[in-house]
């Protein structure tokens, strides 16, 4: 299969959906970022100079859900039916994971719009905690699973996903 967003003279466009049928469409994507001692703690214990961390990178990673369409160039707008963005703390690894799962009734696909909504809750823990680490390191951005459509279910290769953030030397909690 070919690259759906290049035509035959090698120009981008944006996909034809409407011909498409509406099916259900739900997607999952997560990542991780770790902290030094310091930032983990501030987060941890809600002592953040700049306010409540968790909360504000939850509320940006669900905002930029929404904006997924206007930060691709080539992705549709979506009416989107629901996204949750959760977050889980790994003390002995001073690592934050992050899931975003989207759902719509749709044409196309909602994976742009979780991998959106994690890589921008994890760069606003980022931007909320560079005073007290600069050294952060965000990875393993990717989608986990994805339901619906013409491909049907995709669940990301688990086995592969561990072997990457042990190369890495990340574990995820």
């Known amino acids: 299969m070919g690259l759906t967003h290049i035509d035959e003279q090698g120009n981008a466009h944006m996909v034809e959906v409407g011909a498409k049928a509406v099916t259900h469409r739900e997607a999952v994507a997560a990542g991780t970022i770790s902290l030094n001692e310091a930032a983990f703690?501030?987060?941890?214990?809600?002592?953040?100079?700049?306010?409540?961390?968790?909360?504000?990178?939850?509320?940006?990673?669900?905002?930029a859900v929404k904006q997924t369409a206007a930060l691709i160039p080539l992705c549709h707008t979506l009416l989107l039916t629901g996204s949750e963005l959760t977050?889980?703390?790994c003390p002995e690894t001073r690592e934050i994971s992050c899931r975003c799962q989207v759902r719509c009734e749709g044409k196309t696909g909602v994976e742009?719009?979780?991998?959106?909504?994690?890589?921008?809750?994890?760069?606003?823990?980022?931007?909320?905690?560079?005073a007290l680490d600069r050294g952060m390191v965000i990875r393993n951005i990717g989608l986990e699973e994805k339901h619906g459509g013409k491909s049907g279910d995709f669940y990301a290769d688990p086995l592969a996903r561990s072997q990457d953030q042990a190369a890495s030397g990340v574990s995820l909690c």
């Open 41 to 63: 703690t501030a987060v941890r214990e809600h002592r953040a100079k700049k306010g409540d961390v968790l909360g504000v990178a939850q509320v940006a990673g669900l905002m």
């Open 87 to 89: 977050f889980k703390l």
């Open 112 to 130: 742009m719009e979780a991998l959106t909504g994690v890589s921008v809750a994890l760069l606003t823990i980022y931007d909320m905690c560079k």
